[in-house]
């Protein structure tokens, strides 16, 4: 059985979901991982598309959105919502789980419960401390 979270942003950075979903990030101080040389190093593993984006990238289409529309141009305003997908380890075993099947539903959740929006959709193969869970981001 999966976990739903949802967590609302004020960030008018909408790179930085995408930042977050693909690269490394400390566990407790959620601050990006740094190679010897200092830079961003990226996730082992991952699934990531984007949705209702056309040919632009997720925060461009965002900002062009947000500027067509009159949306998200006071600091006050939920720029962002990012929702958590998290399955019980078991799942893999038990319901034959992979992380590619985890991403469809992922995408196919998106696609009906926000229908016309930008979206990330981003599937990890562990959570929170390495615990096994495969989980889904979901950035809209």
Do not use: W
Not at 73 to 93: G, N, T
Request: proline share 3%; with cysteine; glycine share 6%.
């Amino acid at each position: 059985m999966a976990t739903f979270k949802h967590i609302s942003s004020k960030n008018a950075d909408y790179g930085a979901a995408e930042q977050y979903l693909t690269f490394e990030h400390d566990e407790f101080t959620m601050k990006p991982t740094l190679d010897e040389n200092g830079r961003l190093m990226l996730r082992e593993d991952y699934r990531i598309a984007t949705l209702n984006c056309g040919d632009e990238d997720f925060a461009v289409a965002c900002m062009r959105s947000n500027l067509r529309y009159g949306k998200n141009q006071k600091r006050e305003d939920v720029k962002s919502h990012h929702y958590i997908i998290s399955f019980d380890p078991r799942d893999a075993v038990d319901n034959g789980l992979t992380v590619d099947r985890a991403q469809a539903l992922g995408e196919e959740f998106c696609r009906k419960q926000f229908p016309g929006h930008q979206a990330i959709v981003c599937t990890h193969p562990d959570g929170h401390n390495h615990s096994g869970n495969i989980h889904v981001h979901i950035v809209i």
